[in-house]
């Protein structure tokens, strides 16, 4: 059962049916339903709880002037990637470039680092999902913070190189949402 599974899943992800997330998803149930009798626990436990957000009070959030630069802050200088791979917006949603990741669009940010899986902020509309379908509105962007994201060349020049990287590595993605074109991004 597990081979068709596997089949399955590598014929959706090469005609861009599916994503790279839902892919790995698949291969890793796959693989548990492989070696369901030596004793794996379910991959499927635990990940539909809901993220523990950040409190408000624990040293991540407020911005001093340094660091602010039209609302945006720059990558962590400890990080392991350099800053160009990397565009840290409002000093919390991180756009990593080479996300392989196309939910909930190309690009998205991840809360405060791009290791973290959930929330996921969707910079088109302004949505944050916390699980695939699951919105969690109390993190969605204000029209000001849309306009200060889509005004910044940085962060639309990060885009456009995201987007471009990743119809390279993905060429039938069709980039479902693009109405004018994959490369022509919302004027605010």
């Not at 609302?71 to 962590?76: E, K, L």
């Not at 306009?147 to 471009?164: G, I, M, P, T, Y």
Request: charged share 30%.
């Amino acid at each position: 059962m597990h081979h068709y599974i596997v089949l399955l899943s590598d014929l959706s992800y090469q005609l861009g049916l599916i994503g790279i997330a839902e892919y790995e998803e698949r291969s890793e149930i796959a693989y548990w339903l492989s070696t369901k009798g030596e004793g794996k626990l379910d991959p499927r436990r635990g990940r539909h709880d809901e993220p523990e957000r950040p409190r408000e009070n624990d040293g991540i959030g407020e911005m001093d002037g340094a660091q602010r630069q039209g609302g945006f802050g720059s990558a962590n200088a400890t990080d392991e990637n350099p800053s160009w791979l990397q565009f840290m917006a409002f000093n919390k949603w991180m756009f990593t470039f080479g996300d392989r990741d196309c939910y909930p669009s190309v690009p998205h940010g991840h809360l405060y680092k791009k290791t973290s899986e959930w929330p996921k902020l969707n910079p088109y509309t302004g949505r944050v999902f916390v699980r695939v379908h699951k919105e969690d509105a109390s993190y969605r962007l204000t029209k000001v913070e849309m306009k200060e994201l889509w005004n910044d060349e940085v962060f639309v020049e990060h885009c456009r190189k995201q987007v471009v990287w990743y119809s390279s590595f993905a060429p039938d993605y069709t980039f479902p949402r693009a109405r004018f074109g994959k490369l022509h991004f919302p004027k605010w």
